[in-house]
């Protein structure tokens, strides 16, 4: 079994691999301030109530395989394979790991390691050109060439940041449940505030990715637009250029990943 673990600046999210195949998964929150032994006691209890591993931390994970977005989350990640998974191969996502994809902007270590793996899958899946709109903490537009290179993207502010932000901001607002309301036009605040998140974003996908590919392709046609990330289903109904939704995207990219590289190790 191939443990995968994507840690985003809000949520992380790990996912147990069978082969090819997602057996089970899990979301929790991502606190940079959590140590190496409590992450390992979060893994455990995760992990030691699934029938197909055994209750000692480690059994049945053959191989493990993360990106972070949080350097210090990714430090102590680091000593939990180091301490607890000593004999378990372990692919780190940072610069030299093997990906398959070239990057091809000004400074590719700037890349965040989320957005590559997100590349890296969505070149398997769907092939290029293709564009990844991730829908996080942040929303990020990721490009991919006809010849599967990494070409650059958008980041936008992500729509939990967008909905704190008008509760704070806002004197007569507040933070809402993010949820599609009745109709466009708002018939409390709350409605309002909901419709201007979620038709909001929906035409910030749309115009974004409409320019992205006629940049990207002489037909806009040909590239292939895949969604992924948790707030995902609340704008794919509502957005007119998503052909394809993937939630587990970075997942699938982190099993690539790990198997592009453990013969390496």
Excluded at 58 to 83: F, K, M, Q, W, Y
Excluded at 100 to 123: M, S, Y
Aim: glycine share 12%.
């Amino acid at each position: 079994m191939l443990l995968t673990i994507d840690v985003g600046n809000t949520h992380t999210v790990l996912g147990l691999f069978d082969g090819e195949d997602i057996v089970e998964h899990w979301r929790i929150s991502t606190d940079a301030r959590r140590t190496a032994d409590e992450l390992a006691v979060l893994l455990q209890g995760l992990m030691g109530m699934h029938p197909l591993l055994g209750e000692e931390l480690g059994d049945g994970i053959d191989g493990i395989a993360i990106c972070a977005t949080v350097p210090s989350v990714l430090h102590e990640l680091r000593e939990v394979t180091r301490r607890y998974y000593g004999d378990v191969p372990a692919v780190l996502v940072e610069p030299g790991v093997k990906t398959g994809v070239p990057i091809l902007t000004d400074n590719p270590k700037e890349v965040g390691a989320d957005r590559i793996i997100n590349a890296v899958a969505a070149v398997e899946l769907y092939g290029g050109p293709a564009i990844v709109v991730d829908f996080g903490t942040a929303t990020t537009f990721d490009a991919v060439s006809a010849r599967g290179e990494y070409v650059g993207g958008v980041i936008a502010p992500g729509i939990e940041i967008s909905v704190e932000a008008l509760g704070v901001k806002g004197a007569q607002l507040r933070k809402i449940e993010v949820a599609r309301p009745r109709s466009v036009i708002g018939k409390n605040t709350v409605e309002a505030m909901q419709s201007g998140i979620i038709y909001g974003f929906a035409g910030q996908v749309d115009g974004v990715v409409s320019r992205m590919t006629r940049e990207l392709a002489e037909d806009p046609d040909d590239v292939t637009v895949i969604a992924t990330g948790g707030l995902a289903p609340m704008v794919l109904g509502e957005s007119s250029v998503i052909d394809e939704h993937e939630p587990w995207l970075t997942l699938i990219g982190l099993r690539l990943v790990y198997e592009r590289n453990v013969s390496r190790m």
